[in-house]
């Protein structure tokens, strides 16, 4: 399997191109692509239940996405997400993606990720909330 780098100035402008075109209907797309992106990991995870959100931090660091991160019952706190750029609105929707299909794939049930604090707002870092539906 052959992989691709985006570096974060990258990623920037290409969300701004999607938001040019799309306005912000573009972040569900982004949060779409997050949970594609999610699933490998979350299958590598899975291997090790009991390490496995253990394994799921290592493997986003690892691949760039974030610099640390903190999972907590339902409640996962991320420092440096890639996705993080000067904003009036959460940024981090690949990122929300991602940790949903985690959660997804660990409870074996659907649940809704919400971001509730973003460090492209001016906050020291992303809070997101995960809840079961």
């Not at 610099?67 to 750029?85: A, H, L, M, P």
Request: hydrophobic fraction near 35%; glycine fraction near 8%.
């Amino acid at each position: 399997m052959r992989t691709v780098k985006f570096d974060q100035e990258e990623l920037h402008k290409i969300k701004e191109l999607y938001e040019g075109v799309m306005s912000h209907a573009c972040h569900g797309l982004f949060f779409k692509e997050g949970s594609v992106i999610g699933v490998e990991m979350a299958e590598e995870a899975l291997k090790d239940r009991a390490h496995y959100f253990q394994k799921a931090g290592e493997l986003l660091k690892e691949r760039g996405w974030i610099e640390d991160i903190t999972f907590k019952d339902g409640d996962v706190v991320v420092r440096g997400s890639i996705e993080v750029s000067s904003s009036e609105i959460p940024t981090c929707h690949r990122l929300r993606g991602i940790l949903r299909e985690f959660y997804e794939r660990f409870k074996g049930s659907r649940v809704k990720c919400t971001e509730e604090a973003c460090a492209s707002v001016g906050q020291t870092e992303c809070r997101f909330h995960i809840e079961e539906m």
